[in-house]
Every structure is written in C-alpha cells, then in structure tokens.
C-alpha cells in the first residue's frame, strides 16, 4: 500500500517537472548529455584499437 502510495507521489512530481518550463530545460540538458554520451561511444568504436595501443605504450613505458 505504502509503495503504492510513493509510486503515485514519484509520478506527480514527474509530470510537475516535465510540464514546468525549468523541467523542459533539464529535458533538453539530458537529451544533449544522450548525444554528447552517443558521440562518444562512436568514437570509442570507431577508435578503440588506436585508444587500447595508446594505454598499451604509456603502461608499457611506465614499467620500465
């Protein structure tokens, strides 16, 4: 019941921040952090062998 409850209080405050203006600016913060993170998990794709070498050399170097 208490959960219940709680579950109701969370979906309040959830439409309250979406529908205020301050909460369409943190909607639209998180969707550039969304992008931003897409971009890159790319790059790391795109780039993960040169990346791992670069690790490879510095840790290799450091151990001498």
């Known amino acids: 019941m208490a959960l219940m409850h709680l579950g109701e209080l969370i979906r309040?405050?959830?439409?309250?921040?979406?529908r205020s203006e301050r909460g369409q600016g943190m909607v639209e913060y998180a969707l550039i952090l969304v992008l931003i993170a897409v971009v890159?998990?790319?790059?790391?794709?795109v780039l993960g062998n040169q990346v791992q070498n670069v690790f490879c050399n510095i840790s290799g170097a450091m151990g001498q």
């Open 40 to 45: 890159v998990i790319a790059v790391l794709i």
């Open 12 to 18: 309040r405050q959830v439409e309250r921040v979406i």
